[in-house]
């Protein structure tokens, strides 16, 4: 059975850094992309970042520019997210995607992932 789980949320200060973590099984993810997506009460998931199948390339939401990194260790079959500069408006459940590079969209884009975990909640204070 095919699982992604994330891990690493809670609540935070405004201004502090959590690191969110990935974990993938059921199958060898160091040939897809990698994500991670957001939603926040009333609103749409939205995208946060991606990350290549070979780590070579990292695409970022303008809103977490600057202040969120993405990586991934496909030895641990494992994607992380590193945010710092954190504010209340990046409350949110964080999920992690994974998705064939072949699979249609782009990077920021829901259908180009064919695997979801069930979120992490992240809770920012002002």
């Known amino acids: 059975q095919v699982q992604l789980v994330e891990s690493g949320g809670g609540l935070v200060q405004a201004g502090g850094s959590l690191r969110l973590s990935c974990a993938a099984s059921?199958?060898?993810?160091?040939?897809?992309?990698m994500a991670w997506f957001r939603q926040a009460p009333g609103k749409e998931r939205e995208f946060v970042a991606a990350?290549?199948?070979?780590?070579?390339?990292?695409y970022y939401a303008d809103s977490v520019k600057g202040r969120f990194t993405i990586s991934r260790d496909n030895a641990k079959n494992t994607v992380y997210l590193q945010m710092s500069g954190l504010k209340p408006e990046d409350t949110a459940v964080y999920y992690c995607?994974?998705?064939?590079?072949?699979?249609?969209?782009?990077?920021?884009?829901?259908?180009?992932?064919?695997?979801w975990g069930q979120g992490t909640q992240v809770t920012v204070s002002s």
């Open positions: 995607a994974a998705g064939s590079p072949y699979n249609s969209g782009s990077y920021g884009s829901n259908r180009h992932y064919d695997y």
């Open positions: 059921g199958r060898t993810f160091s040939s897809d992309d």
């Open positions: 990350i290549t199948w070979s780590g070579a390339n990292t």
